[in-house]
């Protein structure tokens, strides 16, 4: 059975049912296993059957304590009726290249592929443990309502999340606001993505707290992709898209294949990296950054540098400069080198900058690309696309394929990740196709863009409008804490 233990040491070691209820490590860092590519399946078998048969697949070699059928329980609940394709996340082609739509689940974004799976996995982990679980989090617009949705009413599971005051679009705080569940809570902050990320980071590392919730016989986890369980059931999709694009006869098995990914935290590249350890042939991940850049800069520079202005974007889920997840990329770039990550983390914490050897920058340029876009090259993306291709990006895609479209093309074949419905950002979409949208609801913009197009917003945006808003609370960054303990507390009751 393969352990997991931190980026930062190896001074524990869990399974991965362990490391999915604990979230991140007491050190600090993100639990990795040593070796994603060991026993891995064959090409051949993660290419037949269906998406959930991959998704089997890949969750039974990642995370190898759970049992077959416990797996096969959770795909079954996780995968199913709850999305509007059949296939899950189709692929579907845009001028010569394709788009993986991620965003046909129940909150119309991508979080909802993993977000749907966590809370099974949380369920079978926590099988017989006795415990109670409060989940925290930290949202840049999608996680927060996909994990609200995932973990609604589950028994034995709290749920609050923290968002940035007035930085997120009026239909992401909706989706929020008004959530149902008796055992959830919401809560905006006075402050950017990143001060409440690195604020649920404390939250988690603080042993006073998680001491009084010990004696409610309740455990802190997270619901980010911080979490081994959050980013594991991203694996899968690269799969499937490469399996979809083989079955249309765009690629033969074997074939190289390239990935432009709009990346925030580092999470849905990452799950991309994990398919390239376990044998999928990906050539190149293209990191897309929007104007905060700092991805960008490091992929070129090596060194990693969030002192820098924040903007605020019509991306919102990318603005984001503190991407925790590329911790895990430098623990494997470094062939597990426990102790270098743990000194480029100091680096970080402490001098707001780190810069990597030259030998893990020649590495990390094997496999990474990027690019960036600006608002306005956003903007004239969205127009673009759907006047020369027929097809409606959102914001985030735009970006994406902005960078994309910047690469030539040499015949391999090349997937742009779209990661949520251009109806989650309407206004911002509607100005970029050239409509006034001053003075415009969200639900104007939305009723507006569905006339214009001649396209359908998903069933569950569109009911937003008549849905009660539960939650209005903001605090400061220093009452999260303080926040986050009385809603265990009120949930959990």
């Not at 986890?221 to 690269?238: C, E, F, H, K, M």
């Amino acid at each position: 059975m393969t352990t997991y233990h931190s980026t930062r040491s190896r001074n524990e070691s869990l399974t991965s049912k362990q490391a999915i209820l604990e979230g991140i490590a007491q050190d600090g860092g993100l639990f990795v296993r040593d070796d994603v590519a060991a026993g891995a399946p064959s090409l051949e078998q993660l290419l037949a059957g269906t998406y959930q048969d991959r998704a089997r697949l890949v969750l039974g070699h990642l995370l190898d304590d759970f049992t077959a059928e416990e797996i096969s329980t959770c795909v079954e609940a996780a995968y199913g009726a709850n999305f509007d394709s059949k296939l899950i996340t189709p692929v579907t082609p845009c001028g010569q290249d394709w788009t993986l739509e991620l965003w046909h689940g129940p909150t119309s974004a991508f979080k909802d592929v993993a977000l749907q799976m966590l809370p099974q996995l949380m369920r079978v982990s926590r099988a017989g443990d006795g415990r109670r679980v409060m989940i925290v989090t930290a949202t840049s617009g999608d996680t927060g309502k996909a994990a609200l949705e995932g973990f609604a009413d589950v028994e034995g599971t709290g749920v609050t999340v923290f968002y940035p005051h007035g930085k997120v679009s009026d239909i992401q705080r909706l989706q929020m606001a008004t959530q149902r569940g008796a055992n959830v809570a919401v809560c905006a902050i006075e402050g950017n993505f990143d001060d409440a990320q690195s604020e649920v980071k404390r939250i988690f590392a603080d042993e006073a707290l998680r001491a009084r919730l010990a004696e409610r016989n309740v455990v802190l986890s997270s619901a980010n992709s911080i979490n081994v369980g959050r980013l594991v059931p991203q694996v899968t999709y690269y799969f499937d898209a490469y399996a979809q694009l083989a079955a249309a006869g765009a690629l033969k098995p074997g074939d190289a294949i390239d990935f432009c990914v709009p990346t925030g935290n580092f999470g849905d590249v990452l799950a991309g990296y994990y398919a390239k350890l376990m044998g999928l042939p990906v050539r190149t991940l293209v990191v897309a950054s929007n104007a905060n850049d700092v991805l960008t800069d490091f992929i070129t520079t090596g060194t990693y540098d969030r002192r820098r202005p924040f903007h605020k974007t019509i991306s919102p889920s990318m603005d984001i400069l503190v991407s925790s997840n590329l911790e895990r990329l430098l623990f494997y770039l470094s062939d597990g080198d426990c102790e270098l990550v743990s000194s480029l983390m100091a680096d970080l914490a402490e001098k707001g900058a780190y810069t990597v050897p030259p030998t893990l920058l020649t590495r990390l340029h094997e496999t990474f690309a990027c690019g960036r876009a600006d608002d306005a090259a956003t903007r004239e993306t969205i127009r673009a696309v759907w006047d020369e291709h027929h097809v409606l990006l959102d914001p985030h895609t735009a970006v994406a394929r902005h960078v994309l479209d910047a690469r030539p093309a040499d015949g391999v074949a090349r997937v742009c990740l779209s990661t949520a419905s251009p109806y989650k950002f309407s206004a911002d979409v509607l100005a970029a196709l050239g409509h006034d949208v001053s003075g415009m609801g969200g639900f104007a913009c939305m009723d507006a863009l569905s006339e214009l197009t001649g396209t359908e917003p998903p069933a569950a945006l569109s009911a937003l409008r008549d849905a009660e808003e539960r939650f209005d609370d903001v605090v400061s960054v220093s009452d999260m804490n303080r926040y986050a303990e009385d809603s265990a507390v009120r949930v959990l009751a």
